[in-house]
């Protein structure tokens, strides 16, 4: 079990710490701000640390850092805090189900992160910084490249390629073998059956209000059980 400081106080931290307790795979020792935002001294029980010379306190040799932070700037963030945690010196670690860890065929890279419940295909690559969430199914020999968000629901099938620095949204769809260029936008229920170039936007209209109100409705369509 390695001795883990994860950069971030927020409720992607929370997600995560709890994530990581469940599996049992790390023991988080410390959070980690930067001193802009260093406003407590205490988060989940476990010292909160400035990311300022971080290292004098916590030696690279004997931790390795988490960064569980969000998609800012589809996930430019993230891919900052990663970057200066190497700088520092540090490995970074990545959180993942013990099934998944134990996968012959399934490759993660540096500070992914997999929900318990999200289902990895064999020969599925992950390369660095992917974030993949509950319900979430990424299809056999898929590879998501660095940097990406993959949000509760979505479906991507076998074959598919996704660029770096996507997000794609919950409940979204991903034909097979699609190619998705780096920086796209997938939104809610979005259905993608053909390959992409970068920095494309693909996004569903809202749902319309039907014109009755709730008791109009329920009234009209007898919408009970007795």
Known sequence: MSE????GTGMISEVITSEI???GTHEIVAYAVDDLYE???RFLGKPVISWKGIEQKY??????VFVAVGYQGLNELRAK?????????????SCVPNKINDSKTIKIGENCFVMNDALLHPYVVLESNVFVWSGAIVGHHSLVRSNCWLTSGCQIAGGVKIGESCFIANGAVIGN????GAKCFIGANALVTKSTES????????????RLDTNQFMQLTKFDLR
């Open 81 to 93: 805090k990663c970057h200066e945690a190497k700088q520092k010196g540090y490995l970074l670690e």
């Open 177 to 180: 073998k699609i190619e998705i």
């Open 39 to 41: 406003n407590k001294q």
């Open 199 to 210: 920095n494309g936007v693909f996004i569903t209209k809202d749902s319309e209000r039907y």
């Open 21 to 23: 307790e469940q599996n």
């Open 4 to 7: 883990l400081i994860v950069f």
């Open 59 to 64: 030696s690279p040799n004997e931790y390795r």
